[in-house]
């Protein structure tokens, strides 16, 4: 990625070469080959995907994975999608993002205070990764973690993201029990570590065409996360 530092650089190029997990790289290669009818005269990423934003960034959000047709498609974390027409617009309203839109990995779309990742790399069939592929994405969320070096606050975009983080926070001793913290839209907390976590709904059609999460909950979330990163 274009002007993060060499080691965040070399983790996104580990990443998209990684062939861990043969059923996503096997899933991925065949949507990037059908295509879908609307995108046919794209040429899909195919290719797990790597995290994108501001090197220096106080905040996280940390997502699932990548959407078939979506990032699996662009390349890029929420680029292309539903999921990703709703949430930028709540980025570049909070500040984060220095537009509404998200297209492709080339419409110029720039963040600051903001690095977008995910617990999964690879697009899963039914958005549903196995407990054993995300095992094997997990060194990978460990490593970033420890290299995005002023991180403060890390929005989780569901509860798989959500326990994703707490998995992490398990592996590296910072969070002796997960059972003070549990899941829920806007639930927020403040490790001895200093990092402060909140929950967030994930911006899915499932959610969003329902009124579940609506862009008032989801903003709120990010002008919070704002509010505790100490950013301006």
Not at 12 to 40: D, G, K, M, Q, S
Not at 77 to 83: C, K, Q, V, Y
Not at 136 to 154: F, G, H, I, Q, T
Request: charged share 20%; with cysteine; hydrophobic share 40%.
């Amino acid at each position: 990625m274009a002007g993060a530092p060499a080691s965040l650089q070399a983790l996104n190029e580990r990443i998209i070469a990684c062939e861990r997990c043969p059923r996503l790289r096997a899933h991925c290669t065949e949507v990037a080959r059908v295509r879908r009818r609307a995108y046919l005269d794209w040429e899909y990423w195919g290719r797990p995907v790597p995290s994108f934003g501001d090197p220096g960034a106080p905040v996280l959000a940390l997502g699932l994975a990548p959407g078939a047709h979506g990032s699996n498609r662009t390349g890029r974390p929420f680029t292309g999608d539903g999921s990703g027409d709703f949430l930028y617009p709540v980025l570049h309203e909070a500040g984060f993002a220095s537009q509404p839109n998200a297209s492709s990995r080339d419409d110029g779309m720039r963040l600051s205070g903001l690095w977008i990742s995910s617990v999964a790399r690879c697009a899963p069939p039914g958005n549903k990764p196995t407990l054993e592929e995300l095992r094997n994405c997990a060194p990978l969320l460990d490593e970033e973690l420890s290299l995005l070096k002023n991180l403060r606050v890390v929005v989780c975009l569901g509860r798989i993201a959500f326990d994703g983080l707490l998995a992490h926070l398990r592996r590296v001793d910072a969070l002796p029990s997960r059972a003070a913290l549990p899941f829920g839209h806007g639930a927020e907390f403040a490790l001895p570590n200093g990092l402060s976590i909140i929950a967030s709904y994930h911006p899915s059609l499932q959610n969003t065409n329902t009124g579940k999460l609506t862009h008032s909950m989801l903003l709120r979330v990010f002008l919070r996360a704002r509010e505790l990163a100490g950013l301006k």
